[in-house]
């Protein structure tokens, strides 16, 4: 493969993965919005969130598993496969809604992007993977305007009286979906991006609705109106099927390591749009964050690693 496939497919993978992150990065703002105009549980609007994503899936998975090239899974794939389904999706989004509720959407997306030095930290540990150098830099200058940022967001909501209970639930979230991240980047390689992601959004799907059906307020579903119809839709369009796809792309083009550093364009995006739906306000120490973000984001942009 020459040189400038390769700078060209890397490319790629970067775009793909920074859309991605960009359209997850709507969900908490979707969230927060839906708590406000209709008063729904954290349950019920994850629930509906994956009635309306999982027939995309299905589809997905239908049109994958009947492909002539199509490779059965192995029984140590499927098992794989399912404890990432349900930890990185299933608990993940249950950690991640619950939280919201007690904490700002821009709190929440700069307590949840923590996960890329879990990520890291698992695939060196695990997985033995190097961490380049420009990784580290990048993820250094990241994290500290991450940490800029939530600083700032501290002093003010350290008088909510849930604030420690939804940012330690963002946080195991973070856990969570850190080791969902590291775990699909090894199996992605093996199965493909798309079949992963049909597979595994189904097998969270199912999850979140056994949930439900044990422990729902299945009122919500007929009481709940139009508006509680269209914010499942949009979650699972905009904010989930969308975006699902296109970061499994980028995990498949890669790996793991670089999409949880780009993918922390995510605080910025979630705190601009916090800022403009909701009303929540920007301060000068979130700007200086947002800059450093940015410029680790951009520090991995431009590396460009043989595929």
Not at 144 to 171: C, D, Q, R, V
Not at 235 to 250: D, Q, R, Y
Not at 281 to 289: C, E, Y
Request: glycine residues 8%.
């Amino acid at each position: 493969m020459d040189k400038k496939i390769k700078e060209k497919i890397s490319l790629a993978g970067f775009v793909i993965t920074f859309i991605g992150a960009i359209l997850f990065s709507t969900k908490a703002v979707i969230v927060k919005k839906a708590f406000a105009d209709i008063k729904v549980d954290a349950l019920s609007l994850l629930a509906v969130r994956m009635i309306c994503s999982l027939p995309f899936y299905l589809i997905v998975a239908f049109y994958k598993t009947n492909q002539e090239e199509n490779k059965k899974l192995t029984s140590r794939q499927w098992w794989f496969l399912v404890v990432l389904g349900l930890s990185g999706y299933y608990l993940s989004s249950f950690l991640d809604f619950v939280g919201l509720q007690y904490i700002t959407a821009g709190l929440e997306r700069l307590i949840l992007f923590l996960y890329p030095t879990i990520t890291m930290l698992i695939t060196s540990l695990l997985f033995k993977q190097k961490i380049a150098a420009i990784q580290k830099w990048a993820l250094l200058i990241t994290y500290t305007g991450i940490a800029i940022a939530f600083y700032s967001e501290l002093k003010i909501e350290a008088g909510n009286p849930n604030f420690y209970y939804g940012s330690l639930l963002i946080f195991l979230c973070a856990i969570t979906f850190g080791f969902f991240i590291a775990g699909s980047g090894q199996l992605i390689p093996q199965i493909g991006a798309a079949k992963f992601t049909a597979y595994g959004m189904t097998v969270a799907s199912l999850g979140v609705l056994l949930h439900y059906c044990i422990n729902g307020n299945f009122t919500v579903l007929q009481s709940g109106g139009t508006a509680f119809w269209l914010y499942g839709i949009l979650l699972a369009v905009v904010a989930t099927v969308i975006p699902s796809f296109l970061t499994s792309e980028g995990l498949k083009r890669m790996g793991s390591n670089n999409v949880a550093v780009i993918s922390s364009i995510g605080p910025v995006s979630t705190v601009i749009q916090a800022h403009f739906v909701l009303g929540e306000q920007i301060f000068a120490a979130q700007i200086i964050g947002t800059m450093l973000v940015i410029a680790g984001v951009v520090m991995v942009g431009w590396k460009r690693k043989e595929i």
